[in-house]
């Protein structure tokens, strides 16, 4: 399917591992131009080349999207090198899972700053974007977990504000021709992710979980960057303030 994506241009936050890197992988398959960032300079530029071979312009670079003055300057770099900047995807995440305060921060500034400090960044690049082709987007990975708790974790409560702030931002810069919207997957599975690992470290409570799906397995970080980069695309373009979920039915929400 074309998405209506040449020529134009995304940012990927967290883009050289799992969701990430099938989103930015995705979007050079439609003829994207893609920037990646990361923590890891040996996997951004070993992404930086797989885009690149897909025979669209690509950049990366190791940034601590915590900084926000770091971030500021990549991205106007980035919107330079490629010529302009129509997606942002904010893909990167602590994990933390704990209830102590250490990991109440540590979710905080990495999966909610991070994301205030791109789209701050992205801002005026998306606006002109935005101005020039009527369509920009933003689009944030969530989880389920926003919606669902067991017991107390800073992990659900963060991502449930990144759902409130998308919301937000879609009603405050749809005017500007920039849409927000969020993808929250359930359980995805790849090789050196966090349910490879609990599969290795804690068969049973990966079986568990397994079972709990009615589809019988977990995602593929391919089906939840279909949702989103389709959701940042053109053939999208009146969805915005949405909540995508994306779990196979793990959950039992009603969404309405």
Not at 138 to 148: D, E, G, M, P, T
Request: net charge positive; hydrophobic share 45%; aromatic share 6%.
């Amino acid at each position: 399917m074309d998405l209506g994506l040449k020529g134009r241009n995304a940012v990927v936050l967290g883009g050289t591992r799992g969701i990430g890197r099938a989103i930015a992988t995705t979007l050079a398959a439609e003829g994207a131009g893609v920037a990646v960032c990361a923590r890891n300079a040996d996997q951004v530029t070993g992404t930086v080349s797989e885009l690149k071979a897909m025979g669209v312009k690509a950049t990366g670079a190791s940034v601590d999207i915590t900084d926000a003055s770091a971030l500021k300057s990549w991205i106007a770099d980035v919107a330079q090198k490629l010529g302009s900047l129509d997606m942002l995807f904010s893909n990167a995440g602590a994990m933390a899972q704990g209830a102590d305060a250490a990991s109440w921060e540590q979710n905080f500034r990495l999966d909610v700053l991070g994301a205030v400090n791109a789209f701050e960044a992205a801002r005026p690049f998306l606006e002109a974007g935005g101005e020039k082709t009527g369509d920009a987007a933003f689009v944030i990975i969530s989880s389920v977990s926003a919606a669902q708790a067991s017991s107390a974790s800073s992990y659900g409560p963060i991502k449930a504000a990144l759902i409130h702030m998308a919301k937000g931002l879609a009603r405050q810069y749809a005017p500007k021709k920039i849409r927000v919207n969020v993808v929250s997957p359930g359980t995805v599975y790849f090789k050196g992710g966090i349910w490879n690992m609990v599969e290795q470290n804690t068969p049973k409570r990966y079986q568990d979980t397994l079972a709990r799906n009615p589809t019988g397995r977990m995602a593929t970080p391919q089906e939840i960057a279909n949702a989103a980069v389709f959701l940042a695309s053109p053939a999208s373009s009146f969805t915005t303030g949405s909540n995508l979920v994306v779990d196979g039915a793990i959950s039992e929400r009603v969404n309405f």
